[in-house]
């Protein structure tokens, strides 16, 4: 499994971002989700999607990013709007397998900074 995440850069409070990530080698009942990492803090859960298109936020999120997929191109997107400084840090893309054969992987983050 390997993803490539896309799109981060420097925006406004307020602004508005959108990530990308690419998954390839993926099987059918992966759930595709984003983490944030803080400088300084732990990587932290920010949304997710499953195959069936159910969703699931942070709370510190909800009403502010909307997460999507696209399962025959396998993208997964982050749509962030009314960005706030604390929302600055490495976003991270990850998939993941419950049933056999299980497995967890990450892309390799992609920097968001939220500033004047």
């Known amino acids: 499994v390997q993803l490539q995440a896309s799109g981060g850069g420097l925006v406004q409070p307020g602004g508005s971002l959108r990530l990308s990530c690419a998954a390839s080698g993926i099987l059918g009942a992966t759930t595709l989700g984003w983490y944030r990492q803080a400088p300084g803090r732990q990587r932290e859960f920010i949304a997710s999607v499953t195959s069936g298109g159910i969703t699931d936020y942070a709370g510190s999120v909800e009403g502010r990013f909307i997460v999507s997929r696209h399962n025959g191109k396998n993208t997964l997107d982050l749509q962030m709007n009314s960005l706030q400084p604390e929302d600055t840090g490495v976003y991270f893309c990850?998939?993941?397998?419950?049933?056999?054969?299980?497995?967890?992987?990450w892309g390799q983050g992609t920097q968001v900074t939220v500033s004047l």
């Open positions: 990850r998939a993941r397998r419950s049933v056999t054969p299980v497995y967890a992987a």
